[in-house]
């Protein structure tokens, strides 16, 4: 009985397919099985950085002498003309959220092949004002916590950390203006509730790491908390 439910199943979502198809966010070819968002082909094309296995890697780099971290690391390079790069538009703008949920558990595969990455407590997306939210509809940087935690041994928190103030975009301004623009600007919620915990600090894009050294470091303000990062894709502002 449980094979006749499952091949009904099967059929009765081919059917659909059939009726109301799903397209490759990246290549917009119809999607077919089992695929979600990203077509076979374009997953494993996908433009993998793979620093979960490097320690020390380029983007760790990036906040050596401005914030202690335990690792950091992105899922893929996000490069000028690729056709992954209209990726994060579509989940940021486009009110694509399963774009990040399932991204997000690719990646998570990815990193649990990795000991440090399974010891994670706590998974805190970089957050939204309410305001933007509002806007937006949901927080992009939640929706790839979100499938990272349904991988990871961890628990999705998205109450503790919060953001203070109503900030511009970050999209045009250089290294320095990042940061004071985000300057005091993130506060941790019922401390206890995070004390002791190692962090997986969770957001879209890493460009010059402003937002992510600025809500580390509010973290980092509470007893014995260890710091990781991982963002959905890597950007240069070269």
């Not at 917009?28 to 076979?40: D, F, G, H, I, S």
């Not at 595969?109 to 000991?115: C, N, Q, R």
């Not at 939210?133 to 109450?159: C, F, H, V, W």
Request: positive net charge; glycine residues 4%; aromatic residues 10%.
């Amino acid at each position: 009985m449980a094979r006749l439910a499952t091949q009904i199943k099967t059929l009765a979502n081919n059917f659909l397919g059939l009726l109301y198809p799903e397209f490759c966010a990246a290549c917009n070819q119809n999607l077919v099985n089992q695929e979600k968002v990203l077509c076979t082909k374009c997953l494993y094309e996908l433009p993998r950085t793979y620093f979960h296995k490097v320690p020390g890697n380029p983007i760790e780099e990036i906040f050596w002498g401005r914030v202690l971290l335990e690792r950091v690391t992105s899922f893929y390079f996000f490069q000028q003309g690729s056709k992954y790069r209209k990726l994060i538009h579509k989940l940021k703008y486009q009110n694509q959220p399963e774009i990040g949920i399932e991204l997000g558990k690719h990646f998570a595969a990815d990193l649990k092949t990795e000991a440090i990455f399974n010891e994670i407590d706590l998974i805190i997306p970089v957050p939204l004002h309410k305001k933007k939210l509002k806007m937006r509809g949901y927080n992009q940087s939640e929706m790839i916590a979100q499938g990272l935690a349904e991988i990871l041994p961890a628990k999705l928190d998205t109450k503790s950390l919060i953001r203070k103030t109503f900030t511009q975009t970050q999209t045009k301004k250089n290294r320095y203006e990042r940061w004071e623009n985000i300057e005091t600007v993130f506060e941790v919620k019922k401390p206890e509730i995070i004390e002791g915990k190692h962090i997986l600090l969770v957001d879209d894009v890493l460009t010059t790491g402003a937002t992510l050294e600025g809500c580390a470091q509010c973290l980092l303000k509470v007893k014995n908390v260890k710091v990781s990062i991982a963002t959905l894709a890597f950007t240069s502002l070269q």
